[in-house]
T-cell receptor, first 114, second 113 residues
């Protein structure tokens, strides 16, 4: 069965600094998709970034980028120039190509220190 | 506006009562999901539905019932609420394209006293 592991329940970073959130997953599939979601105190689930497993190039979205290591089954999220609005719970998620279910990690709560 | 609407946003009820959480989508996505979110557990799948009249159990289905008579609606019912079902509940849909993420409603905070 596929699993997603986020080993850091909480992290803190100084405003304007860079922080990396870890995510590993377990799968025997070769075709899948990975996502990072952000959940601020408002409870909304907001898509931050996505990565297709067949793409070697790491996805980037403005200050957010990923380090996708397919062989190591690792999918970390890097947030550059951290801002107070980045404070949230972050979830890593996995979706197989042939399945509509998405499997979530348990989340990492990110604190931004002013 | 297109999207997912969950109602109510907040609900307080007593143990043993029946409560139904509503979920409505405007996209006509085939797949719909119910999750519960608890501290230390992340999001856990309760039930999902691949189409109208097709539902399947997820990771934590006990104590819950779902139905999907119409594509756009996917209500979740707690037939006899227990304190362990106090949680935040999210409804979600997945577009019928594999590389697309799930879209979530704003969640329902349910407290069972």
């Amino acid at each position: 069965a596929q699993t997603v592991t986020q080993s850091q329940p909480e992290m803190s970073v100084q405003e304007a600094e860079t922080v990396t959130l870890s995510c590993t997953y377990d799968t025997s599939e070769s075709d899948y998709y990975l996502f990072w979601y952000k959940q601020p105190p408002s409870r909304q689930m907001i898509l931050v970034i996505r990565q297709e497993a067949y793409k070697q190039q790491n996805a980037t979205e403005n200050r957010f980028s990923v380090n996708f290591q397919k062989a190591a089954k690792s999918f970390s999220l890097k947030i550059s120039d951290s801002q107070l609005g980045d404070a949230a719970m972050y979830f890593c998620a996995y979706r197989m190509n042939r399945d509509d279910k998405i499997i979530f990690g348990k989340g990492t709560r990110l604190h931004i220190l002013p | 506006d297109a999207g997912i609407t969950q109602s109510p946003r907040y609900k307080i009820t007593e143990t043993g009562r029946q409560v139904t959480l509503m979920c409505h989508q405007t996209w006509s996505h085939s797949y719909m999901f119910w999750y519960r979110q608890d501290l230390g557990h992340g999001l856990r799948l309760i039930y999902y539905s691949a189409a109208a009249d097709i539902t399947d159990k997820g990771e934590v289905p006990d104590g819950y019932v779902v139905s999907r008579s119409k594509t756009e609606n996917f209500p979740l019912t707690l037939e006899s609420a227990t304190r362990s079902q106090t949680s935040v509940y999210f409804c979600a849909t997945t577009p019928d394209v594999p590389n697309q993420p799930q879209h979530f409603g704003d969640g329902t905070r349910l407290s069972i006293l």
